[in-house]
């Protein structure tokens, strides 16, 4: 029986590998100008990371992660996300030491057992950013313009950003007794997750998917209405920010998120026609995570987005990705000693920056252009023994269908001055 790809996880292959190597140039671009340097955190963990950064009580921690003990009897789990492994990453290497803020970018695969469906996988990935030890509004704002600036380059239309406060824990204990008061007479009537969170964490009722509930909770207190002063202002001075640089967003109150680290500012980026699973990204302000996790109180702020739902959208919107496919050369040799001049000078030729294809498999002259052509080779060097005894080798040029003798010591000058990649 051939043995199959666990669910929920995919092989990138061919044309889709390019599109996964454009959008990560992209991105290394972006990060670059706006000043975020790379990070490579482990794939794996201590379990009691993400218990204590991502929160007990979310469906993440609960129920999504892939825990094993391994040969040494500790726990571990396959990060189901970036942002508390970036922010051990900032305690453990005292990252709190350099210039602050500090901006750091990831790029990789997160796991989370989830029900898979369209855009929802169960290994994905994160294009991730943080920005640790800044508070200012403008962080935020820094942060959400290059989001925006990094969809606009990629030429994506009709996305929404809905932008939220969800307050700090000053306020949000207030917001939790008027949101308790509210509910309470309608508690029996929430779904059996909303019942448990009604103690565990009253606000995620807010944004369950569930029809019963978002009608119970159609004019329920919202964070919003519980805001104290300086988080009013937080909120307020963002959004001036945004109207100065022209970003457009939608205030949204239920935007609460799935992970329990979040103060203060929350946003989701939403794509229409690629499905239930339309937020292309998301994110907010972290302010207690760096103190959680055993460092010094150190505000944050980031967001990630999925590489697969982004992929979807560009494919989805039709949007033109310059997939430039490199001009390559093969060398046809024919007999024994072609073969090892042609060996000598595809070294030769790639060393120069040329990508050069051998026929590896013996083939014949017929069947070696049938390969060059199935490889979209643009150039064919055809070298038989007559072209050995003359010291030139047959230049075939595929795509105009033409064909000239080239002498061998000018083959290197001649393709370099041919070649368009070059
Ligand atoms: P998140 O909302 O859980 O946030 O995930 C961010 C993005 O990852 C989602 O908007 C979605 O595009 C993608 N994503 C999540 N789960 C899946 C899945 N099962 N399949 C495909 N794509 C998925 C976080 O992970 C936070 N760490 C973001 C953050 C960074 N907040 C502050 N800093």
């Given at each position: 029986m051939i043995i199959q790809r666990p669910k929920g996880t995919q092989d990138i292959i061919g044309k889709t590998a390019l599109k996964w190597q454009y959008l990560e140039n992209e991105i290394r671009k972006i990060c670059s100008e706006y000043g975020y340097q790379e990070i490579r955190t482990p794939?794996?963990?201590?379990t009691e990371l993400f218990q204590r950064g991502v929160g007990e009580t979310t469906d993440i921690v609960n129920k999504e992660m892939y825990t094993f003990l391994d040969k040494g009897q500790r726990s571990i789990t396959l990060r189901p996300e970036g942002t508390a492994s970036v922010c051990r990453a900032y305690v453990e290497n005292k990252l709190?030491?350099?210039?602050?803020?500090l901006k750091l970018y990831y790029l990789g695969p997160m796991f989370r057992y989830e029900n898979t469906q369209?855009?929802?996988?169960?290994q994905f990935h994160q294009f991730g950013a943080e920005v640790l030890g800044g508070e200012d509004p403008l962080v935020d704002a820094e942060v959400i313009h290059l989001i925006w600036e990094f969809f606009q380059r990629l030429g994506l239309k009709g996305l929404e950003v809905h932008l939220n406060s969800v307050g700090c824990p000053n306020c949000r204990s207030e917001h939790r007794i008027q949101l308790q008061n509210y509910l309470q007479r309608r508690k029996a009537d929430l779904c059996e997750d909303c019942q448990t969170r009604f103690?565990?964490?009253?606000?995620?009722i807010l944004d369950c998917k569930n029809k019963r509930c978002q009608s119970l909770t159609s004019g329920v207190p919202t964070t919003l209405d519980t805001l104290c002063n300086d988080c009013q202002e937080h909120f307020s001075q963002l959004q001036s920010y945004l109207k100065i640089v022209g970003i457009q967003y939608k205030i949204n109150p239920?935007?609460?998120?799935?992970?329990?680290?979040?103060?203060?500012t929350a946003f989701e980026v939403l794509a229409e026609g690629?499905?239930?699973?339309?937020?292309i990204c998301g994110g907010g302000r972290y302010d207690g995570l760096v103190k959680e996790i055993g460092g010094p109180p150190t505000p944050g702020i980031g967001f990630a987005m999925g590489m697969e739902r982004l992929l979807a959208v560009l494919d989805m919107q039709k949007v033109e990705i310059d997939l430039e496919t490199e001009e390559k050369v093969l060398i046809a040799a024919l007999g024994d000693k072609a073969r090892q001049e042609g060996f000598k000078l595809s070294g030769e030729l790639r060393r120069n920056g040329i990508p050069v294809l051998m026929d590896?498999?013996?083939?014949g002259l017929k069947n070696q252009m049938k390969y060059a052509d199935r490889e979209g080779v643009r150039y064919v060097l055809i070298i038989g023994d007559e072209e050995l005894a003359k010291d030139i080798i047959i230049v075939r040029d595929m795509k105009l269908g033409d064909q000239k003798e080239v002498p061998k010591e000018t083959i290197k000058q001649y393709l370099l001055q041919n070649i368009n990649n070059i």
């Amino acid at each position: 029986m051939i043995i199959q790809r666990p669910k929920g996880t995919q092989d990138i292959i061919g044309k889709t590998a390019l599109k996964w190597q454009y959008l990560e140039n992209e991105i290394r671009k972006i990060c670059s100008e706006y000043g975020y340097q790379e990070i490579r955190t482990p794939i794996f963990e201590a379990t009691e990371l993400f218990q204590r950064g991502v929160g007990e009580t979310t469906d993440i921690v609960n129920k999504e992660m892939y825990t094993f003990l391994d040969k040494g009897q500790r726990s571990i789990t396959l990060r189901p996300e970036g942002t508390a492994s970036v922010c051990r990453a900032y305690v453990e290497n005292k990252l709190y030491a350099q210039a602050q803020p500090l901006k750091l970018y990831y790029l990789g695969p997160m796991f989370r057992y989830e029900n898979t469906q369209a855009g929802r996988f169960r290994q994905f990935h994160q294009f991730g950013a943080e920005v640790l030890g800044g508070e200012d509004p403008l962080v935020d704002a820094e942060v959400i313009h290059l989001i925006w600036e990094f969809f606009q380059r990629l030429g994506l239309k009709g996305l929404e950003v809905h932008l939220n406060s969800v307050g700090c824990p000053n306020c949000r204990s207030e917001h939790r007794i008027q949101l308790q008061n509210y509910l309470q007479r309608r508690k029996a009537d929430l779904c059996e997750d909303c019942q448990t969170r009604f103690e565990r964490n009253p606000m995620r009722i807010l944004d369950c998917k569930n029809k019963r509930c978002q009608s119970l909770t159609s004019g329920v207190p919202t964070t919003l209405d519980t805001l104290c002063n300086d988080c009013q202002e937080h909120f307020s001075q963002l959004q001036s920010y945004l109207k100065i640089v022209g970003i457009q967003y939608k205030i949204n109150p239920k935007l609460v998120r799935g992970l329990d680290y979040y103060q203060r500012t929350a946003f989701e980026v939403l794509a229409e026609g690629i499905g239930a699973q339309n937020a292309i990204c998301g994110g907010g302000r972290y302010d207690g995570l760096v103190k959680e996790i055993g460092g010094p109180p150190t505000p944050g702020i980031g967001f990630a987005m999925g590489m697969e739902r982004l992929l979807a959208v560009l494919d989805m919107q039709k949007v033109e990705i310059d997939l430039e496919t490199e001009e390559k050369v093969l060398i046809a040799a024919l007999g024994d000693k072609a073969r090892q001049e042609g060996f000598k000078l595809s070294g030769e030729l790639r060393r120069n920056g040329i990508p050069v294809l051998m026929d590896l498999l013996g083939r014949g002259l017929k069947n070696q252009m049938k390969y060059a052509d199935r490889e979209g080779v643009r150039y064919v060097l055809i070298i038989g023994d007559e072209e050995l005894a003359k010291d030139i080798i047959i230049v075939r040029d595929m795509k105009l269908g033409d064909q000239k003798e080239v002498p061998k010591e000018t083959i290197k000058q001649y393709l370099l001055q041919n070649i368009n990649n070059i």
